[in-house]
């Protein structure tokens, strides 16, 4: 008995809606039952096997847009002409027209990661293919224009036929992003594949013994997530200086996985710092217009007119134990400023919008930036190695006016920085600055809607929660 060539197209579908579209990794089930590398009475013998198989796939209940497209009279047309099929192998076999079942591309991959200089001539030479082959793909619709900002790093993977041309190209942006580029007849179409991550958010806490970063590994937050905490309460806490054992921390923040695998970590939707016994918190909210900003519960905006640490704090390098036990190297000195010590190089930051009033150079200064801030404020930034700023030129909050160094009368590398209100010099810690922005009152429904379950989750795994739920019965009975 001869297998009908509708069943098999039909048996075919399902197989071929399972191939997975994300990695040349996972080349589709038929890919390798039909493996180049089969010899031909294997290969006959697969194709048994892997009509079978498909048959199976058919009747699964998982794949539900594969069972949709089959009806249920040619499945059970299909099952049986598989078991006939079977039963007569060695024959049928014979009688298969074997391209029917190998027309779906068995595509021979490889995978080229991306190196600095690298075009898409060199990469096409790297995956064996000539000038002819680029050319054909570049003059072959837009495809090509996908691939203009390709960078070191990121992979292409070229699905090659077994003539040697190039029958699919997937550009891999990220571990969730891709193109498919499919050649048809000549010309590449191209499919942009967006996959979505799973998102969870994770709660950590940690209490500071020797440094911040010590205590973010030890509860395994990685180095960018507590730098972007360290920004969130930048405005108020000057992590170079003011971090003191016993100072904690939580943190709520997302984690986002694919396949189950972690890929990386999302936002930080909520978190609270204590300082030297001060608690700090902050919440996360993005507005209707997707912009997200960090405000304390109440709804006042973490942003501050000025940063706490006009410098990379990260880069400070008296340690902090250091400091703790010599308190005197964060003491306002007799020049009325503070020192952050830091390597030769690390970048300054202006602490707040405003304009360069000076720059310039003088014996005791060294190279030296003034701006100004509204009509009451100004701060100074002595002893820079290099000057980034022009007078005259209007800064904003967080921009590199320029590097740490050692010039003008300095010991060693150092930022010397000054706070002045109306020209009086002033401890930029202790001084009373602009009041924060609260949220509008527009979007304050919105805001407390969408930011008190994010405090109440941080409290609830921090404990205090359960705590507040126990003393309140207590309370109500006395
Ligand atoms: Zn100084």
């Not at 900003?293 to 006009?310: C, D, I, V």
Request: proline share 6%.
């Amino acid at each position: 008995m001869q297998v009908p060539d509708s069943v098999i197209k039909a048996a075919m579908k399902p197989a071929t809606s399972t191939k997975p579209m994300t990695s040349p990794r996972h080349t589709s089930l038929w890919g390798r039952l039909f493996s180049n590398s089969l010899p031909r009475t294997h290969l006959l013998a697969a194709s048994g096997v892997a009509l079978a198989v498909s048959a199976c796939l058919a009747l699964l209940p998982s794949e539900p847009a594969a069972a949709k497209r089959q009806p249920a009279e040619v499945e059970k047309a299909t099952a049986v002409a598989i078991s006939e099929f079977q039963a007569q192998l060695p024959e049928a076999v014979e009688q298969l027209p074997p391209p029917q079942l190998v027309t779906e591309p068995q595509l021979n991959w490889k995978e080229i990661t991306v190196k600095s200089g690298d075009n898409l001539s060199t990469l096409f030479k790297r995956a064996s293919l000539g000038p002819q082959d680029v050319h054909q793909f570049v003059s072959s619709g837009d495809s090509a224009k996908k691939l203009k900002r390709i960078m070191p790093g990121e992979t292409l993977a070229f699905g090659l036929a077994d003539s040697g041309e190039l029958d699919t190209l997937r550009y891999q942006i990220s571990q969730l992003e891709s193109w498919e580029f499919k050649q048809q007849d000549g010309q590449y179409s191209a499919e942009h594949i967006v996959l979505k991550p799973q998102v969870v958010s994770t709660y950590r806490e940690a209490e500071i013994t020797s440094s911040l970063f010590v205590a973010a590994d030890s509860v395994g937050i990685p180095h960018d997530l507590i730098m972007e905490l360290a920004g969130i309460f930048g405005w108020d806490i000057d992590f170079a200086l003011d971090i003191r054992k016993g100072d904690h921390f939580m943190v709520l923040y997302e984690e986002k996985f694919l396949d189950g695998d972690k890929i990386g970590n999302g936002n930080i939707l909520a978190a609270e710092f204590t300082n030297q016994g001060k608690t700090f918190k902050a919440v996360r909210f993005e507005d209707a217009s997707g912009h997200a900003n960090y405000y304390t519960p109440e709804g006042l905006s973490m942003r501050k007119a000025f940063l706490r640490t006009p410098v990379n704090f990260a880069r400070v390098s008296s340690g902090f134990n250091m400091r703790r036990l010599h308190p005197i190297t964060k003491k306002i000195k007799p020049h009325r400023g503070i020192d952050y010590a830091a390597p030769t190089g690390t970048p300054v930051y202006a602490s707040g919008d405003g304009k360069v009033v000076k720059a310039g150079y003088t014996s005791a200064n060294g190279n030296y930036v003034v701006i100004q801030h509204g009509q009451s404020y100004s701060t100074k930034y002595l002893h820079l190695h290099k000057r980034k700023v022009k007078r005259g030129q209007s800064v904003r909050q967080g921009q590199t006016i320029g590097t740490v160094g050692a010039t003008g009368l300095a010991t060693g590398p150092h930022l010397h920085y000054e706070f002045l209100v109306n020209g009086v010099h002033r401890n930029p810690r202790t001084v009373k600055l602009p009041q924060a922005k609260p949220i509008a009152e527009k979007h304050k429904a919105d805001f407390l809607a969408q930011t008190q379950p994010l405090m109440a989750s941080l409290a609830k795994h921090s404990g205090k929660g359960q705590l507040a739920q126990l003393d309140k019965p207590a309370k109500n009975e006395g």
